[in-house]
């Protein structure tokens, strides 16, 4: 499988012979505003250029949107991504969103598994800041759903098992999918974002260490660490805090990097 970091969270995931935009934010930076009452480390969102021409990212079999946030489907990529490609949604109400902006060919991700071209994808759980009351009131405030999901991706041309863990904190519901389909490779959402400040809503350098101490076995990716407006962690924070905890696996892709494995 190969991984390529592309920015925040938007990558793209060759597996089984297919190719998958994940989360595809395309916006030039500072389009949209910062995220309200949270730590602020940009002018706006994104809070960086995306490295490449938008249509460079055209070229994939299906598009995979683990939920409606604006750093993980905004407006530009729902206006310009062709619209015939396979889209998966996280449920059906997304989903009916997806047909409604244009996208003709959208399935819904299943926790039983869904298939796509002998790749069976399973939707696993995250707490994308659900298990906090404070943070429950600031989605209210933004009109957003604290729902996200994760995915496996499995296939028998596959030597691994891949986890796409999605916007969530480390807790046990990633402890369940890692015993329930034993990966060897997992991406996480390490920004460290917060909403409202001081409250968690995706993983931070603590929660990556965390998982690699409970999972040692693990190869770990940290995408989605920087390009957001209230995230805590940057690539150079993560990169010096995994030396002095000697988390050796831990990947951190610049860019346009691509990682085999």
């Given at each position: 499988?190969?991984?390529?970091?592309?920015?925040?969270?938007?990558?793209?995931?060759?597996?089984?012979?297919?190719?998958?935009?994940?989360?595809?934010?395309?916006?030039?930076?500072?389009?949209?505003?910062?995220?309200?009452?949270?730590?602020?480390?940009?002018?706006?969102?994104?809070?960086?250029?995306?490295?490449?021409?938008?249509?460079?990212l055209f070229d994939v079999d299906a598009y995979i949107v683990?939920?409606?946030?604006?750093?993980?489907?905004?407006?530009?990529?729902?206006?310009?991504?062709?619209?015939?490609?396979?889209?998966?949604?996280?449920?059906?109400?997304?989903?009916?969103?997806?047909?409604?902006?244009?996208?003709?060919?959208?399935?819904?991700?299943?926790?039983?598994?869904?298939?796509?071209?002998?790749?069976?994808?399973?939707?696993?759980?995250?707490?994308?800041?659900?298990?906090?009351?404070?943070?429950?009131?600031?989605?209210?405030?933004?009109?957003?759903?604290?729902?996200?999901?994760?995915?496996?991706?499995?296939?028998?041309?596959?030597?691994?098992?891949?986890?796409?863990?999605?916007?969530?904190?480390?807790?046990?519901?990633?402890?369940?999918?890692?015993?329930?389909?034993?990966?060897?490779?997992?991406?996480?959402?390490?920004?460290?974002?917060?909403?409202?400040?001081?409250?968690?809503?995706?993983?931070?350098?603590?929660?990556?260490?965390?998982?690699?101490s409970d999972f040692p076995q693990l190869e770990v990716i940290?995408?989605?660490?920087?390009?957001?407006?209230?995230?805590?962690?940057?690539?150079?924070?993560?990169?010096?805090?995994?030396?002095?905890?000697?988390?050796?696996?831990?990947?951190?892709?610049?860019?346009?990097?691509?990682?085999?494995?």
């Amino acid at each position: 499988m190969l991984f390529q970091q592309i920015r925040s969270a938007t990558s793209i995931v060759s597996f089984g012979g297919k190719r998958f935009l994940i989360d595809p934010m395309l916006a030039p930076a500072n389009t949209y505003p910062i995220v309200p009452d949270a730590p602020v480390c940009g002018r706006g969102n994104p809070t960086i250029e995306l490295p490449c021409r938008p249509e460079d990212l055209f070229d994939v079999d299906a598009y995979i949107v683990t939920h409606w946030h604006f750093d993980h489907f905004d407006e530009v990529a729902m206006r310009i991504l062709p619209k015939d490609i396979p889209l998966f949604a996280k449920n059906e109400k997304e989903a009916q969103a997806s047909r409604e902006v244009g996208f003709t060919d959208v399935r819904v991700l299943k926790e039983e598994g869904i298939e796509f071209e002998g790749i069976s994808l399973y939707k696993t759980p995250c707490d994308h800041g659900s298990g906090d009351l404070v943070t429950e009131h600031f989605y209210q405030l933004v009109q957003l759903t604290d729902e996200a999901c994760g995915l496996i991706f499995k296939c028998k041309n596959e030597p691994k098992t891949f986890y796409l863990a999605g916007d969530t904190i480390y807790y046990q519901g990633v402890v369940n999918t890692i015993n329930r389909f034993n990966p060897n490779v997992i991406a996480v959402n390490a920004a460290g974002a917060q909403a409202p400040k001081g409250h968690a809503l995706i993983m931070n350098e603590y929660d990556v260490w965390a998982l690699m101490s409970d999972f040692p076995q693990l190869e770990v990716i940290a995408t989605h660490v920087e390009g957001v407006s209230h995230a805590t962690v940057n690539r150079k924070l993560l990169a010096d805090f995994a030396k002095n905890k000697g988390l050796s696996k831990l990947f951190i892709p610049q860019d346009l990097e691509t990682l085999e494995f």
